[in-house]
């Protein structure tokens, strides 16, 4: 059995990079108008607030709106969000590690699962955050992108490409299945025939994946692989 496995979200926790890259481009955003003579009064959002506007997929125009920005300094705003939070080495450091992945991976070890990233993350992050976390040989392959924007993008459509190969290459529709925390993941993997297993760990909340309609909505991926595990034995 396989289970393919988005990264950001299932393996890691973003969130800090994320709210990083809006305090930076806030600040970033500010300095510019100032040095053009203007005043900006900014409102940053707590980093609860933020996350939950991600979670429920409010528009980044909105969170700038929210947060004090107004009409070409919005622009200024999501164009510094879109040059560095995937290309700036000192955001990329927060990224860290989900608390349950460890005990997940052994779970699906044990039980001869065999787990394969599809990501929209470029590879060569994917293996750098790897390899620093002692995965490096944790999965049988990594499908990933050269774009170092496709992630933040979401693109649903690349999404399904990258899927659709990794399916070609290691899977079948009858046994295997497809985590991940988008609607880009979920859309994939209907599109393909794989069940799709929603996780509310990432940068869409419960309620906002529910209503795509997964297979199964899970918290995390320890949860999955238990649950995996438990059909396996019983079967057994």
Not at 46 to 54: A, D, E, N, V
Not at 136 to 163: C, E, H, R, W
């Amino acid at each position: 059995m396989t289970l393919f496995c988005d990264f950001d979200g299932p393996i890691v926790d973003v969130s800090g990079r994320y709210y990083s890259t809006y305090r930076l481009a806030l600040a970033r955003t500010r300095r510019k108008h100032r040095k053009r003579g203007n005043i900006v009064q900014l409102t940053p959002m707590s980093k609860g607030q933020f996350w939950h506007m991600k979670q429920v997929r409010i528009p980044d125009q909105e969170i700038a709106l929210r947060s004090g920005l107004r009409d070409n300094q919005i622009d200024d705003f999501l164009s510094q969000v879109k040059e560095i939070v995937n290309r700036c080495p000192g955001l990329l450091r927060r990224d860290a590690l989900q608390p349950q992945v460890s005990s997940a991976l052994t779970l699906l070890k044990q039980h001869n699962i065999k787990p394969i990233l599809v990501t929209l993350r470029c590879e060569s992050q994917v293996q750098a955050f790897l390899k620093r976390h002692g995965l490096a040989d944790a999965f049988a392959g990594v499908y990933g992108t050269q774009d170092a924007q496709a992630a933040y993008a979401n693109y649903t459509d690349l999404k399904t490409s990258l899927l659709s190969q990794a399916l070609e290459d290691h899977g079948n529709v009858e046994t295997d299945w497809m985590v991940g925390d988008t609607e880009a993941d979920v859309i994939a993997a209907q599109r393909l025939g794989l069940p799709a297993i929603a996780l509310s760990c990432g940068i869409r909340n419960h309620n906002y994946l529910s209503n795509l309609k997964p297979t199964s909505l899970q918290p995390h991926l320890l949860a999955v692989a238990q649950g995996i595990t438990r059909n396996l034995q019983t079967a057994a």
